[in-house]
């Protein structure tokens, strides 16, 4: 029998871009999803390597009442300092693309893959150097503007903590250039859809 010929799409967006609700039209058509989000929680659970590692180089002081990461705490440390932020990013990166390569290595039966990674192209060349090879990347995105509005509504911050977290991230006009394909998500959630659907009919 002949093996199935997997095709394995990066999924990526600037911060509340609406790059959730684009992996959720996708599962909900049917199609496998890997989130790197989940995956980036479950590397970190207590006591695990990882979470050892984090702790160790930030301190107890980013722990809860029950001894897990508090993410929060961790949160306002990497927003307001770059080098650390770069810093949780190199410990945390290689635990979670192995977990992405080794679901990706089990699954025989997906002939479309979905990777959703909110860093992907800032981590392509160690994404390159653990094997994973992406036969396209669709990014999604939406002006600064509206960026700025959903975001402050999302995690109920102020304007200038939200353009702080957009700042932390690589310009949306040097992501374009890496994107096979544009999500705009700037119109509803019906056009969205109908975008989404166009492109995987597109793909297959």
Same mark, same amino acid.
């Given at each position: 029998?002949?093996?199935?010929?997997?095709?394995?799409?990066?999924?990526?967006?600037?911060i509340a871009?609406?790059?959730?609700?684009?992996?959720?039209?996708?599962?909900?058509?049917?199609?496998?999803?890997?989130?790197?989000?989940i995956?980036?929680?479950e590397?970190?659970?207590?006591?695990?390597?990882?979470?050892?590692?984090?702790?160790?180089?930030?301190?107890?002081?980013?722990?809860?009442?029950?001894?897990?990461?508090?993410? @929060?705490?961790?949160?306002? &440390?990497i927003?307001?300092? %770059? /080098?650390e932020? +770069?810093? #949780?990013?190199? =410990?945390?990166?290689?635990?979670?693309?192995?977990?992405i390569k080794?679901?990706?290595?089990?699954? @025989?039966?997906?002939?479309? &893959?979905?990777?959703?990674? %909110? /860093?992907?192209? +800032?981590v #392509?060349?160690? =994404?390159?150097?653990?094997?994973?090879?992406?036969d396209?990347?669709?990014?999604?995105?939406?002006?600064?503007?509206?960026?700025?509005?959903?975001?402050m509504?999302r995690?109920?911050?102020?304007?200038?903590?939200? =353009?702080?977290?957009?700042?932390?991230?690589?310009?949306?006009?040097?992501k374009?250039?890496?994107a096979t394909?544009?999500?705009?998500?700037?119109?509803t959630?019906?056009?969205l859809?109908s975008?989404?659907?166009?492109?995987?009919?597109?793909?297959?």
């Open positions: 029998m002949d093996q199935i010929k997997q095709k394995i799409i990066g999924l990526t967006g600037g871009s609406g790059k959730s609700t684009v992996s959720d039209i996708i599962k909900s058509i049917g199609y496998k999803v890997i989130d790197a989000d995956i980036s929680r590397v970190v659970e207590k006591d695990k390597e990882a979470y050892l590692e984090v702790v160790k180089y930030f301190g107890e002081d980013i722990l809860d009442e029950s001894g897990n990461i508090n993410r @929060k705490k961790l949160g306002s &440390i927003f307001n300092n %770059p /080098l932020r +770069e810093k #949780l990013n190199s =410990i945390l990166h290689p635990y979670i693309l192995d977990s080794e679901q990706i290595k089990k699954d @025989k039966e997906s002939t479309l &893959i979905f990777v959703d990674i %909110p /860093l992907l192209i +800032e #392509l060349d160690d =994404i390159k150097l653990k094997g994973i090879k992406f396209e990347i669709w990014l999604v995105y939406v002006d600064e503007k509206t960026q700025l509005e959903r975001l509504k995690d109920n911050i102020t304007e200038e903590e939200a =353009i702080k977290r957009i700042r932390a991230q690589m310009p949306m006009e040097i374009v250039k890496y394909r544009l999500i705009n998500n700037t119109g959630k019906d056009y859809e975008q989404v659907k166009r492109m995987l009919e597109e793909v297959m």
